[in-house]
């Protein structure tokens, strides 16, 4: 029976996912200065030297016209932060994953083969990963075997 592998962290490669989260708010701030912020005042100025009314007038009735698309951009943010941490497990868990292994590795320890979950990408460099453990751990474990001569 295949047990399913969850994850357990929230963020498997801190500096990696919380730079692509950073992105992402980036993006999205841009999308917005230039979306909402940019109509947003331009309009502001155009109907605060085009008319008499007060400036904190306009700005209620603007905000009036504005309100929806604010909050909906404001309410997808966080979403998409989530959704782009969650979609970067499945490169930055297998990475980690291998570069625990390599260290084994490198440090003389035997190291397991990586298994990636369902979803994950770079299955095939896991798997040509997986070739090189199996090798390592037979010439290991054939000269643990050898006698001394």
């Known amino acids: 029976m295949d047990v399913k592998r969850l994850r357990k962290k929230i963020l498997v490669d801190k500096d990696l996912q919380l730079?692509?989260?950073?992105?992402?708010?980036?993006?999205?701030?841009?999308?917005?200065?230039?979306?909402?912020?940019?109509?947003?005042?331009?309009?502001?100025?155009?109907?605060?030297?085009?008319?008499?009314?007060?400036l904190g007038q306009l700005f209620g009735h603007l905000i009036e016209e504005f309100w929806f698309p604010i909050l909906i951009s404001l309410l997808l943010l966080p979403i998409a932060v989530r959704d782009s941490i969650r979609f970067s497990h499945k490169f930055a868990?297998?990475?980690?994953?291998?570069?625990?292994?390599?260290?084994?590795?490198?440090?003389?320890?035997?190291?397991?083969?990586?298994?990636?979950?369902?979803?994950?990408?770079c299955v095939e460099f896991s798997k040509e990963f997986n070739?090189?453990?199996?090798?390592?751990?037979?010439?290991?474990?054939?000269?643990?075997n050898r006698p001394n001569a």
């Open 19 to 54: 730079k692509l989260a950073g992105r992402l708010f980036g993006y999205w701030t841009t999308m917005w200065l230039l979306v909402f912020a940019l109509p947003f005042f331009s309009t502001l100025a155009y109907r605060w030297f085009s008319t008499s009314v007060p």
């Open 93 to 121: 868990g297998p990475f980690f994953r291998l570069h625990r292994e390599m260290r084994n590795l490198a440090d003389g320890n035997p190291a397991e083969e990586v298994r990636p979950r369902d979803g994950d990408f």
């Open 131 to 144: 070739r090189v453990v199996r090798k390592m751990n037979a010439l290991k474990e054939a000269s643990a």
